[in-house]
């Protein structure tokens, strides 16, 4: 076993994980933080994405042990500091950008990266940009909507009309 | 995945120590490696992490002009830090996988696997770039040797990869898009004596150089120059995605369009 210690939405978390222990399951298993989810275990389907210094990853492609000493952020770290929404959160209910609603932790993760990466992205962009999160439900339309949205833009025009 | 005991060296010599152990694997951004030892194809005792060596990352030009990169550097890393410097290079680097994957998997780990679907070692061979070992330097032209197969001993890591710029070059990659690998893809890298053109995602036996188009593109460096040529389907790929024959036209297809952008 080994020790690991991160900082996780801002607080110090430590606990001791075998080497195989993935990101995903440390923090689902043993963080009891379950809004990351694990859809496919197989790197396809980006439900599991969270940050980890900044930037997107797939937490059951990493090792909880390649973590020590990160900064990770999960969906239990999106909302506002009030407990409100987040604007990303928020035009996904706004939008609906959801179904179903097993996507969307990760997709709000995705996005998030992507408006901090680029903060007027166009459409093709977006899409682009989720390329490695799959949704079962939506057919995208209103996902992709709620990110432009969320960026501030006009989305009258965007294709789920 | 099975249990394994799990090192993470902060120095290249470390590694190399560590490596050393019974039945011990490198890991570069694992995002091959883990999938694979999920499902028990693969079952190291020993797991040594590159992930901690600060000595492997990161992009930078050396006095010949070559673009030097870590063997631990991101593919996102890479396609940032070579926008400007060799376009052609940030691109392909940029359209690996989806941008979560590109945050974890490196130059070094997707050159050791030597994936024949994989995008990288396209970039290497039309580049004539030289691998970089805790060893020696070893030539693109020696260092793939067939599917899955590379010059790299065991416990060989790969420390950087140095780059030579073309004049001009262009990646085309045919997506298939439920892996986001290369059905096949095809690099042209115009230098000024010379044209090297490099394919991937098309043979059994991995990347490959197609030495007629490259002759005929030295002497002519148009799409017209390879109408005249033809790719046999001998030794191509076949799967549900696509037959032999049709990855043999996706060469010539590839190389044309990869011309025309130069």
Known sequence: MTQVTMTVNGKSVSGSVEGRTLLSDFIREGLRLTGTHVGCDTSQCGACVVHVNGQPVKSCTMLAAEAEGADVKTIEGMANADGSLSTIQQAFQDHHGLQCGFCTPGMVMSASALLAENPTPSEAEVRAYLEGNICRCTGYHNIVKAIMAASGQDVAAVAAE | ?262
């Not at chain 2, 011990?24 to 499902?39: D, E, H, R, S, V």
């Open chain 2, 1 to 262: 995945m099975y249990e394994f005991e799990f090192k993470r060296p902060g120095t290249i010599a470390d590694a190399v120590a560590a490596i050393g152990a019974e039945e011990a694997q490198l890991l570069g951004g694992g995002q091959t490696l883990l999938p694979t030892m999920k499902q028990r194809l693969a079952a190291p005792a020993v797991l040594v992490s590159l992930g901690g060596i600060s000595e492997m990352q990161g992009v930078c030009t050396d006095d010949a002009g070559r673009i030097c990169v870590g063997g631990g550097t991101t593919h996102a890393a890479v396609s940032a830090a070579t926008a400007e410097s060799y376009p052609a290079l940030s691109h392909l680097a940029g359209h690996i996988g989806d941008p979560a994957v590109r945050n974890r998997g490196t130059i070094g780990g997707s050159l050791a696997n030597n994936d024949p679907a994989a995008c990288y070692p396209a970039a290497v061979l039309a580049s004539g770039a030289n691998v970089v070992t805790n060893t020696r330097e070893i030539a693109a032209d020696d260092f793939f040797e067939g599917m899955f197969t590379t010059a790299l001993n065991d416990g060989e890591i790969i420390t950087e990869v140095k780059f030579p710029v073309p004049v001009a070059a262009s990646y085309q990659k045919f997506l298939q898009p439920a892996s986001r690998f290369a059905l096949t893809g095809v690099f042209v890298a115009k230098f000024a004596g010379a044209v090297r053109v490099a394919v991937t995602g098309a043979s059994e036996d991995g990347v490959f150089r197609w030495s007629e188009a490259e002759a005929a593109l030295s002497a002519d460096f148009s799409p017209d120059a390879v109408d005249g040529l033809s790719v046999s389907a001998d030794g191509m790929i076949a799967d549900m995605h696509g037959s032999a024959a049709y990855r043999a036209n996706l060469v010539k297809v590839l190389t044309k369009r990869a011309v025309s952008a130069c």
